[in-house]
């Protein structure tokens, strides 16, 4: 166990639905990370949140929102689903954002799109 | 603009040899590397990092090497074992806010 925690693990769901993947970062980080990754790609990163704030923008869909609550745990909406969505959904967390650290990352929320 | 990328999608080592896994980065102010191991079904996990001050590190069968000169980084694994067999992924932390940019990974296989 990572410490970082994401759930659900599996979601199937059909094209034009709305689905809400969530992520509990690892006692003590402050910074969560999304990435989304594809079959046999690489990680892509989406967006990273730190101490409520957003931080950093990559290659995030206008479909897609997230957002960091009080209590830290993040979530990633995903709207207007379409096929090309399906892939697996990982959150990662570090301790803070300038100074550079490791990503622990959790064991990812498998999104299939019908 | 920021590019890190892997020599060798897939490599096949016989249990017992070393393996060496390659990755080139495009960005020089790159100042931190790390390697990652995913393991089907899971969450990629943290092997070894390495800071731009240092061109050698060295952990528990495993050592990262980096040469700034050519902008390249490798994983060498020492006696690999079955449970080596996974993508590896090397990724550049680049970024102020700790965005940390992954190669596409190399699929690494271990014979028994």
């Known amino acids: 166990d990572s410490g970082v925690t994401q759930t659900p693990k599996h979601l199937i769901t059909a094209t034009g639905q709305r689905v809400t993947l969530r992520c509990s970062p690892r006692?003590?980080?402050?910074?969560v990370y999304w990435y989304q990754q594809s079959l046999d790609q690489g990680l892509q990163f989406l967006i990273q949140?730190?101490?409520?704030?957003?931080?950093a923008k990559g290659n995030i869909l206008e479909r897609f929102s997230a957002q960091q609550f009080p209590d830290l745990h993040s979530e990633l909406n995903l709207s207007s689903l379409e096929l090309g969505d399906s892939a697996l959904y990982f959150c990662?967390?570090?301790?803070?954002?300038?100074?550079?650290?490791?990503?622990?990352f959790g064991s990812g929320t498998r999104l299939t799109v019908v | 603009g920021e590019n890190v990328g892997l020599h060798l999608p897939t490599l096949s080592v016989q249990e017992g040899d070393n393996s060496i896994i390659n990755c080139a980065y495009s960005?020089?102010?790159?100042?931190?590397f790390i390697w990652y191991k995913q393991e089907s079904g899971k969450g990629p996990q943290f092997i070894i990092d390495?800071?731009?001050?240092?061109d050698k590190r060295q952990g528990q069968r495993v050592t990262v090497l980096l040469n700034k000169t050519v902008k390249h980084l490798s994983l060498q694994i020492a006696a690999t074992q079955p449970g080596d067999s996974a993508v590896y992924f090397c990724?550049?932390?680049?970024?102020?806010?700790?965005?940390?940019?992954f190669g596409t990974g190399t699929k690494l296989q271990v014979i028994p």
């Open positions: 990724a550049e932390n680049s970024g102020g806010y700790q965005k940390v940019t």
């Open positions: 390495i800071r731009s001050n240092m």
């Open positions: 006692s003590g980080d402050l910074s």
């Open positions: 949140y730190y101490n409520g704030e957003e931080r």
């Open positions: 960005n020089s102010a790159s100042d931190y």
């Open positions: 990662a967390s570090s301790v803070g954002v300038g100074s550079n650290y490791g990503y622990t």
